[in-house]
Structure formats: structure tokens, C-alpha cells
């Protein structure tokens, strides 16, 4: 049996127009969902550019305190090496501890900087932006000069620490002055520097918090540090 | 019984038949199409509706950024500052202080005891050497030592009696507690 469906004009014409319909129907459909991934990702974006235009709006209300507070950080975390500036501190701390430096040695680190000091080279590190200067000290005098120059180096304003330290007895030489009382002291040690930020990306979130718990405690934690300021050494 | 004689022609019951089906198909052609019209309208309004709320918000987002632009020095003052408090945070977090352990280790030391070497390698473990005028006070110094908190073993790897002077040599060696010399 032959089965046709022919269809009226008027039906057939109907159903094309429906086709059509739901043919553009579905082609709408089709891009709703990336429409849909563009309104969230532009959501988002708005939401940290919203915290952080907030965020900006509070510091720049309180321009000076923040600009103070990172000359202060800059102090303790120097935008480059500073090496002269290092030695003088160390210089200081051992002439007011009692101490006296024998020899200095300095790790430069990152390759891009070179070493500001005719020193050792003897390791280099970098880790998560922040470069580290590796030191090696030897210093002489006493057990008790020597506590209060590791006390004196824990306070001091550029951030030292001290990662491991020998000492022995150590014979006085005749005629030396100051410093060799006892004790030939080896530390080594680190320093750090962070390089300036001089661009950022826009959708780049802002985290800082001037209102934290744990900013304030920073901040007074490093402005009671002591600063040994460079200049002639007395 | 008779039976029921259809006095139509058999071509004109066809055609009745044919435009009933007609009709019908007309009315189901018709019903699609709504459908499909209201589908692709419906549709279409939503994505028209998605559309303008992009738009919307990709116009929220320039103005945004377009405030953040014009206060860009803040900006780089505000990551400068931040990067600087994280680093210092984790160092200053990190940070050994190794003047807690020369104070333990003096404030342990009695009298007759002279401590001639220490090392520390790391801020787990130190040893230290020196010589004692007796066995008893250098007894005294190893139990001073154990009960400072900051050594949670204090072990004495050697001791020698120097017969001619009468003091004895020692080395021991100090495991330091984790977090000890951190503040």
C-alpha cells in the first residue's frame, strides 16, 4: 500500500513558519548558556573590583598612616639588597653589644641585582618575591656581649635571622683591643628585600586589611624594632 | 436485514475525507506553530534579558575599573603595602632567636662550669662542650638544663677526668623543643 501525505498549501506553509520558529528558538537556546558563564564570570570580576574600589577608599582615607606604615615595612624589608646599610647595622650592633666583626660574607641573591659589596658570594635563594641575602659573621668577645648581640640583632629594624651559629674559646691576641674576650663566634644568617610593585593587573584582588587584627600587630610588632640609620660609622 | 446503501460516489466520500483530515491537520500545523512561536519568543526575551544584564554588568565592571584606574598610585602603594606585611608576616613568624637559648644555657651553667663551645646548626638541635671542676657540677648543669622547657632531651655524649687539672671535659648535646626559639 503507498501511503503520501500531501499537505494543503496553507498547512505546509504553517508548518515551515514553525520550523523556522523553533529552529531560531533553539539557536537562541544554544547561546543562553554561554551567556549565562559570561554574567557570572562578570559578576565576579564586579564583586572584587567592588571590594577592592572599597577597599582603595579606605586608604585613601588614611593616606599618611599607610604611607608611614610603609616606610616602616620598607625599614625592615628593603625594595633592593641595601648591603651598605647591612653592614652598617651589623657593624653598630656588634660595636654596641661588645662585640667586634672580624669578617662579613654576603650570599647575594636574585639574578638580576648585582652584589653592592666586594663580599663572599656564597649562596643564593629566592622565594615567593622575596629575595634573600645569605650572611656569614664572625665576631668576637664574650658570652655575655654575645647575648646581648643576638638580642640586639633580633631587634633591629632591617629583619635578621640567624639560622645557625658556632662558637669556641678563643686565645686573646696581645695588644688587641675591645671585642676579643673570650669567644670566636661564627653565625650565619639571612636578610631580606622585596622589590617595589610597579604594576598590577586590574582584576587582581586587594586582600590588605588596615583594620586587622593581625596588620596592627604587624605594624607595631616592626615599628618597635630598633633602626640603626646608615651614615658614618662613629 | 437490508444493508445500508451509501448512494454517495465513493470519490466524493474520499474528498470529505480528505478535507476532514485536512482541517484537522490545519488545527495540529496551527497548535505546532503557536508552540514554536511561543518557544522562540520566550526564548528569545530570556537571552534578550541575559543580554541587556551583561551589558549591564559589563558596564558596572569599566566604571569600576575605570575608578580603580584614575587611583592607581593608592594602588600600588596598597600592594606594595601588602606584599611587604605577608613577606614580614611569615618571616617575622619564622624568625629564630637564638638569644633564648645562649640565656637557657648560661642561666643553667653553675658554678664550676665553663662552657668553651657551643653549636647550632639549625634551631632544632645545639651542642655544647666545655669543662667542670667535678663530676657534681657537671651533674648540676645537666639537670639545670633538663628542666628548662626549651630542651625536651639533653644528652651527655662524652665526659673525660683530665687528670692533672682535675676537671672534666664534656660535650652533650640538646634537642631543642619545636617552636622554642620562636616568639
Known sequence: MKFSLRLPQTTGLIFLGGAVALALGVFQVLSIPSLRQ???IAEEDLAVLRQKNERLSEI????????SNLEVLQTALPVNDEV??????LEKIAKQSGMSVQHLGFGQSGGSTKPSS??????????GGVETISLTVVIDGSYPSLQTFFRNLERASRV???????FSSAQKKGGEEGGGSGLSVTLGAEAFYLAEI????INTPLTLDTTSKDYTELVRKVKALRVYKSGVLE | MPEDISLLPKEVEKKREQKARGRLLRKISFVALGLALLFATSVFVYSLILKSQSSDLEQAVNQQKSEISSRAEVELTAYDLNARVEALGKILGNKTYFSTLLTTVSRAVPGGVTVTEMTAPSEETASVSGTSGGYISLAKFLLNLKEAE????????SVSLDEQTGEAKFDLSLSVAQGGLQK
Open chain 1, 160 to 166: 635578621i635571622n640567624v639560622t645557625n651559629f658556632r
Open chain 1, 38 to 40: 559570561e554574567i557570572a
Open chain 1, 118 to 127: 666586594d663580599s663572599d658570594v656564597t649562596s643564593e635563594e629566592s622565594r
Open chain 1, 60 to 67: 585613601l582615607s588614611q593616606t599618611r598612616t599607610v604611607e
Open chain 1, 84 to 89: 651598605p646599610a647591612l653592614i652598617m647595622q
Open chain 2, 150 to 157: 626549651v630542651f625536651p632531651a639533653v644528652e651527655l655524649r
Open chain 1, 198 to 201: 610597579k604594576e598590577v593587573t
